[in-house]
């Protein structure tokens, strides 16, 4: 319940959502007596597009989750596994295509590789089922397909399948790396979703070391710089709301203990 509540939620916190969502009951509202709400809707949603599309609100939203955990420093010493989240693959756009296709976060998946390649003796975990609410495609298997084609040997990982969320890859990828006290794992995902999935790594019992991968900017410099199309900046908009309100909701239920962890 909570999975299904979590997504319809979801989908309208989404800025880019919420806003279409107020423009277009204005103009259903048109059609009726309240016109003169209806018109200061459909101008309240338009004004709010563009200054979220076009203004740095975006790249603002989402430094703070990048800049919070630093690269890793491989002087700590050789991982013992890496556990890579999914989130890189387009399964059903795989399946129809029968190719691999990899998404804005494809360096979950090229990072890994080089990972897998640089540390011959780490194990990996592919923590990846499916998000949607809908009956879709599991992601795992393509991804250990591509994985194989990157020169990863098979026997070197392990597909984790059932995950829905952030909190399942933890649980279920602890479930199956049953990781050994004072042994080294890395977590890879994007920068900005590294602090949502620490805590939820931390609080499943399974310490793990950032490794981010996927920047969406070069750091505080691009804080002050608008974007050039609207799409750009709601999309990155939309990526930084999902992760900080996914940080609030897992901390008010209780499924975190940090609301912002840090290294």
């Given at each position: 319940?909570?999975f ?14 919420l806003?279409?969502?107020i423009?277009l009951?204005?103009?259903?509202l048109?059609c009726?007596?309240f016109?003169r709400?209806?018109?200061?809707l459909?101008v309240?949603?338009l004004v709010l597009?563009?200054f ?7 790249r ?13 420093n ?7 596994g890496?556990?890579?989240l999914?989130g ?10 029968g ?12 990072a890994?590789a080089?990972?897998?390649r ?5 194990r990996?975990?592919?923590s990846?089922g499916?998000g949607s609410?809908?009956?879709a495609?599991i992601?795992?298997p393509?991804a ?10 098979h026997?070197?990982?392990t ?5 829905r969320?952030?909190i399942?890859n ?8 049953q990781?050994k ?7 890879v995902?994007?920068?900005f979703h590294?602090?949502r ?18 920047w969406?900017?070069r ?8 974007f ?9 908009t939309d ?5 900080w309100?996914?940080l ?5 239920t209780?499924?975190?203990?940090e ?5």
């Amino acid at each position: 319940m909570f999975f299904i509540l979590s997504k319809t939620l979801g989908f309208f916190a989404l800025p880019s959502n919420l806003l279409m969502a107020i423009g277009l009951v204005g103009l259903v509202l048109l059609c009726t007596r309240f016109r003169r709400l209806a018109s200061w809707l459909v101008v309240t949603s338009l004004v709010l597009i563009a200054f979220v599309g076009y203004s740095p609100l975006g790249r603002m939203l989402i430094l703070p989750l990048e800049q919070r955990f630093p690269p890793w420093n491989p002087s700590q010493g050789p991982p013992d596994g890496i556990v890579v989240l999914g989130g890189a693959i387009a399964p059903a756009l795989s399946i129809a295509r029968g190719a691999v296709a990899l998404n804005e976060s494809a360096e979950r998946i090229t990072a890994t590789a080089e990972l897998a390649r640089r540390y011959p003796n780490a194990r990996i975990v592919f923590s990846g089922g499916t998000g949607s609410l809908f009956d879709a495609p599991i992601e795992a298997p393509i991804a250990v397909k591509e994985f194989e084609a990157l020169g990863v040997a098979h026997d070197r990982i392990t597909a984790e399948e059932q995950s829905r969320d952030t909190i399942e890859n933890a649980v279920f990828s602890r479930l199956i790396a049953q990781p050994k006290p004072g042994e080294h794992w890395l977590l890879v995902t994007s920068a900005f979703h590294m602090p949502r999935a620490v805590a939820a790594f931390r609080a499943a019992g399974f310490p793990v070391e950032a490794y981010p991968v996927d920047w969406r900017t070069r750091g505080p410099i691009d804080a002050t710089k608008p974007f050039t199309s609207l799409t750009g900046g709601l999309s990155m908009t939309d990526y930084a709301v999902h992760e900080w309100v996914g940080l609030l909701v897992y901390r008010l239920t209780g499924r975190i203990t940090e609301l912002f962890p840090g290294p």
